[in-house]
């Protein structure tokens, strides 16, 4: 991401911000996965839309107006003995030099640094109940300065949740984010291509994974936005299995769920595909009626449209499919109001994408659906699931688990289809599995 792009983004929230506040925001924490082993870091997504700083322990500061400093960052010192183990830090003089804040301070001197900077400021913008130690610390700041009022110090007035201004930010994407993007649905799109052309009966669930994460590394992805989700048979009727750990079955389906992570931008792309190469019939008529789901939901993504149209095309489009298939009984109107349909496709028709793979957003505004504006993405993915036992559904139904999933962005005049490049169509993925 290029460094303009983080500048207009502290300048835009400062401009909201207005004179007399403060931001304070952490990035994440270094999790420990067990003993004195780590989880690989991933930053804060808040954080680090507004910083493009990557190490741990580190808290931004924006002051907007403030004279000797607007962009602060307390970060972790130079340290030639933990650097050794653990890889170069950017220390304060690299805070400013390379993420060109104005100022920056050890993070050690937080405590003592920043009630300084507070006590200056009417309105304190901060995210509530994600740091639970600089949750605690804020209130003692703010307890001390309210002992210190009587000698003058004015303090803080107002908490406000920046959040919700950030969260606005985040849900339009910009030409640079896009880009990023674009570059991940392509790096995912190869990786499901990879796995199709592998897939077969008797290779492991876990082998896929494999396959699927080594091509996003080899084409220079090294993160996976989410743990991949690749389930046969059954399993694909598990909506987030990740044990992966069966073997394929002939005659049963594969659901892959996966999508790498680039820049801490996601992607996420579903495929469901015969484990043999060739649809048997009762699983081309559900697939292609969550196909066709989809692309009814695809079509209702442009502006002007509001954020259910799509989940409200594929839920007709599904109910009424189930009940031409004899699974659902009934007039189709009176299913879709009471609901029936989500015994068997029980999840949403989608969620805003972004730097996060469920990503921030509001989905309503003043209680009503948000329309759809260009610049916003999000996934469209309606599934069926009939695992076996299904009471009531004829057993050639059973262990059936589909969902297609593509990443779109809305458009000026409709949406462009970000993960187009990952065969879809009946046609397509028997070629391209026999090829
Ligand atoms: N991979 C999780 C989801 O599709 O929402
Ligand atoms: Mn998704
Ligand atoms: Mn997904």
Known sequence: MIKSEFKRRRRELMRMMGPGSIAILPTAPLLIRNRDVHHAYRPDSDFYYLTGFPEPEAVLV????????????????????????????????????????????????LDDILPRMMEQCERVFYIMGCNPDLDKRLSSWLNHIRCESRSGVPGPVEIVALDHYLHEMRLFKSRSELKVMRQAARVSALAHKKVMQVCTEGVWEYQLEGTFVNACIQQGARFQAYPPIVGGGGNACVLHYIDNRDRLQDGDMLLIDAGCEIECYASDITRTYPISGVFSEPQRQLYELV????????????????????????VRVITRGLVKLGILKGSVPKLVREEKYKKYFPHRTGHWLGMDVHDVGDYKVDGAWRLLEPGMVLTVEPGLYIPEGTRGVAKKWWNIGIRIEDDVLVTKDGCEVLTKHVAKSVDEIESMMVG
Not at 77 to 101: L, N, S
């Open 62 to 109: 924006l002051i907007p107006g403030r004279k000797q400093a607007e962009y602060i960052l307390f970060n972790r010192e130079r340290d030639p003995k933990m650097e050794q183990w653990d890889g170069a830090r950017a220390g304060q003089e690299g805070a400013v030099a390379t993420y060109e804040a104005d100022d920056a301070f050890p993070i050690g001197d």
């Open 291 to 314: 196909l066709a789901a989809q692309e009814a939901a695809i079509k209702r993504v442009r502006p002007g449209n509001h954020w259910n149209d799509p989940h409200d095309a594929a």
